[in-house]
């Protein structure tokens, strides 16, 4: 049931839309982007995201989202420059990564390193909004190797110094594996950094901008949506994708394994999606690069094994609940990844990387009121279910006294 937002009274101190996960209720304007949850259709600033994967790459989509505009050439040169002069990340964050466990999961790595930066940045006080676009370079610039380097000096092995020639997609393709990818996979992984770039008030998103309300600034606003990122049933589902298909393994055993594990009320990780009743256009294009990469490595066991647990969930579904299901962005980048030797729990940091440029522009949209009248905190609203003793409260027994 889809919960109709309305416009709070004077009278009415509180709406009521609890419970539901703020599913249909709109808590703010923006201008960054839009999703036609009924048409399947993404747009990143009045562009359609189907036009940006043909024509764009992810520095000029990094710009547009931040700015509102498509840069001009010279604008677009400039800010490529300052990506790759700012690749480089503070010694402090390769001495954090030494000492931890090499068990430590990359996305906590990746938070973990998010206050070392602002300790390092030199405007981290400055709350104007060319220094916070400075900001949001930075971390754009700096998160690949973050997340590259994290993986390296976890397996033994030095980080790799990034190459100013090339792209930010080949560039953190080449910061991962030490060699220099061929250009059909680096634009194919640029185009995954696109895709992924932004996608309006998803958890991570409104997480980024709920933090920046309180006037904390652009790195700890960004350290809470990469902790929401985090989480299965957002960022991680994309790693969770590749899990379930190590698990199938072999094309036979598809079916009983998807109608076993929806007869158990368990999720397929990849499928579905909270604003999508039609195929993600996200799912679409990375189909597309997934058989791509297929048919230029030989290898179509992933893609094959992809599609048919696609058709076992959408027939499964269709049979339990008379309706229909889709997959969403994190389903087909799984194999993706998979084929372009990202490791699979590098998934969500990768994810990260690119969904950096979209929580940049909302924390900065939020900050100086970019679509709405005036900066507002978010205070929501909750009805207490818990133990009550009447007006006076309950009695407070001493812990010495307490016999339960
Ligand atoms: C994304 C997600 C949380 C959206 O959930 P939602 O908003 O509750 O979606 P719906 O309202 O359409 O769900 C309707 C029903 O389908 C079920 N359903 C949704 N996605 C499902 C999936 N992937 N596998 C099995 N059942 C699913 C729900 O449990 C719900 O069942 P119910 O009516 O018995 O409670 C959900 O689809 C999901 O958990 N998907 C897997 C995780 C994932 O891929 N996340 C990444 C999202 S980009």
Known sequence: MR???RAITMEEKTIDAKNIGLRGVKVADTRISDVDGEKGILIYRGFNICDLVVHSTFEEVSLLLLNDRLPTGEELK???KILVSERGIPSAVFTLM???PPSAHPMDVLQASIPILASYDPELHEETREANLRKATRLIAKLPNIVASWDRIRKGLKPVRPRSKLTHAGNFLHLLSGKVPDPETARDFDICLILHAEHSFNASTF??????????????????????LSGELHGGANSEVMKMLLDIGELNWVKSWVSEKMRRGGKIMGMGHAVYHTEDPRATILRGISQR????TGDRHWLE???AIEGATKEEFRR??????????DFYSASVYHMMGI??????????ISRIAGWAAHIIEEKFAEAQPKPELYRPDSDYVGTYCGPQACEYIPVEKRTS
């Open 293 to 296: 990469l297929a048919d230029r």
């Open 320 to 329: 339990i609940k008379g309706k229909e299901i889709f997959p969403n962005v």
């Open 78 to 80: 400039g800010f490529q």
């Open 343 to 352: 490791p699979t729990d590098l998934f969500t940091p990768v994810f990260a």
């Open 3 to 5: 919960f109709i937002g």
């Open 207 to 228: 997480a980024g901008r709920e933090v920046a309300s309180t006037h904390a600034h652009m790195y700890a606003s960004i350290a809470a949506a990469i902790g929401a």
């Open 98 to 100: 030494k000492k931890l």
């Open 305 to 307: 094994l992809t599609k």
